[in-house]
């Protein structure tokens, strides 16, 4: 493969600031491949940095942005695991492999966990720890921006693997952004009864399209909060707006007995405190699942390649690179999109 001298990428320099920009491609190391990156998809997460202006663990700035994507291989350094022409993709951190947390498959608490962004660019280097232990093959015949899924999906097979939901069970999503939507569709696959709350319209139609039973919007007076309680027990609550204060609903939400998972990050420093009559007396168990192993990135690849999550129901557009600043703050605004897919 021909790789030019020059190519654009995304830089995120601060609070709602993202230029695409020219810039040297990079050139692999020992170990290391360049992607040619196929597609990259928004995340929530990358809204979350593009409002605050950074990520305290994974991104400063200034800094090449995106962390969702799929490629193909143009270039290897030496020794690297694939060779040009290869179909790839890649998770956005790699754990050591040796620390304490690493060897109790725990790797997402990796002590010395790196991350990786600059999905949205036409090349990406991929460093060699991230070719060793989180880059995998793309299955054929599956499209770049359906691979590019895995990471996010993986965070929520993390937290469905912790969680336990069982067959039958009654789970509660409360926020139905992206990941609250996956949950929503590896629930259904478990044979749980899901119910959804939401604000926007388009992501409660999906949420109902994915197989919710229930569908509440989240309005600002709680009346759905009655509505949850007066409906059948809920023996799992999930999280997925990172507010304390739908931490603490969620806690209030779930029977006797039954487990919380607070999948949502919050913002530091906050807070939220514990009724401790109703967690002890009521025997309440929390989950609080963050980010993503390797082996969950080999699950959500598999999920997505054997069609139990349509990445399609989630990517709602398509976008040129040269679109992302004025899509993000569109973004931010309407929360008209689930995932957009931008093509470098
Ligand atoms: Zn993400
Ligand atoms: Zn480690």
Sequence with gaps: MNVPERMRAAVLHGKEDVRVETMPVPRPAAGELLLKIGAALTCGTDLKVFRRGYHAAMIKPPSVFGHECAGTVAAVGDGARFAPGDRVVVANSAPCGTCYFCARAQENLCEDLQFLNGAYAEYLRVPERFVRKNAYAVPAGLPFEHAAMT??????????????????????????????????????????????????????????????????????????????????????????????????????????????????????????????????????????????????????????????????DFITEEHALDALPGLFAEMLRTKRQVKACIRP
């Design 151 to 312: 990471e996010p999906l993986a965070c929520v097979v993390h937290g469905l693997d912790e969680t336990a939901p069982k067959a039958g069970e009654r789970v509660a999503v409360i926020g139905l952004g992206p990941i609250g939507l996956m949950f929503v569709a590896l629930l259904r696959e478990r044979g749980c009864r899901v119910a959804g709350v939401g604000r926007h319209a388009p992501r409660l139609d999906l949420a109902r399209k994915l197989g919710a039973e229930t569908v509440l919007e989240a309005d600002a007076n709680g009346a759905w909060m009655e509505q949850m309680r007066q409906g059948e027990r809920l023996d799992v609550v999930i999280e997925a707006t990172g507010l304390p204060e739908v931490w603490a609903q969620a806690i209030g939400l779930v029977r006797r007995g039954g487990r919380v998972n607070l999948f949502g990050g919050c913002p530091d420093g906050t807070t939220v405190a514990l009724d401790t009559k109703r967690m002890h007396y009521d025997q309440i168990t929390l989950f609080s699942s963050f980010h993503h192993r390797p082996a969950d990135i080999q699950a959500a690849l598999g999920a997505i390649a054997r069609g139990t999550v349509k990445p399609a």
